[in-house]
């Protein structure tokens, strides 16, 4: 079994503060040791037709599905969730265990 | 400036032989070495109304930009696309540079 990826796709709502919001979830992984690691960032490439509005990448890697489980009701990730469900318009979640087909070489 | 990243979710029509979609993506990260890294996966965690039909995840990784430009219109993928975009419904895709906050220890 390989990682688990919990990737997370947003559009934000007009006039959110969204670099408080980045910080904040730099924030939320740096406290929370069961993040293995984490990256994001934000669409400068995709065609309007195929990202559907959608202009931000979150991607988080755990060793293993017990460890996201852990991260989803530690009280910090819960609390930032409020903050953070408040300033979206639109998301999608995507948890999975990873198949790593190519590694850095 | 970080690695450049092409992050894809996809929902697939029915009757469509997603293994074989995998496996001939699979193969086309092989052939082509401007993807530094690739790995994918199916949900199996989140919540549908947080899915909204999404079903995979599809993570490439390079070194840089005019590596994913060469790879997006590189003669292998060109082909590849238009196979994989008849078999789907729905697709997002996000294309920018990373920022990596939390790096694997």
């Known amino acids: 079994m390989g990682e688990f990826k919990h990737f997370v796709i947003v559009k934000f709502k007009e006039g ?3 670099d408080e919001l980045t910080k904040g979830m730099e924030k939320l992984v740096t406290e929370i040791g069961a993040v293995k690691s984490f ?9 309007d037709v195929l990202r559907q509005g959608f202009t931000h990448a ?14 989803q009701s ?8 409020t903050k953070f469900s408040a300033a979206i318009e639109n ?5 999975f265990p990873s198949t790593l087909v190519k590694a850095p070489a």
């Not at 990256?39 to 065609?47: A, N, P, R």
């Not at 979150?58 to 991260?71: S, Y």
């Not at 530690?74 to 969730?81: A, M, T």
């Open 91 to 95: 998301i999608v979640l995507l948890d």
């Open 39 to 47: 990256e994001w960032g934000q669409d400068i490439e995709s065609l």
């Open 16 to 18: 959110v503060a969204v």
């Open 74 to 81: 530690h009280p910090n990730h819960v609390e930032f969730s």
């Open 58 to 71: 979150f991607l988080m890697t755990f060793n293993k599905k017990e460890d996201f489980v852990a991260f």
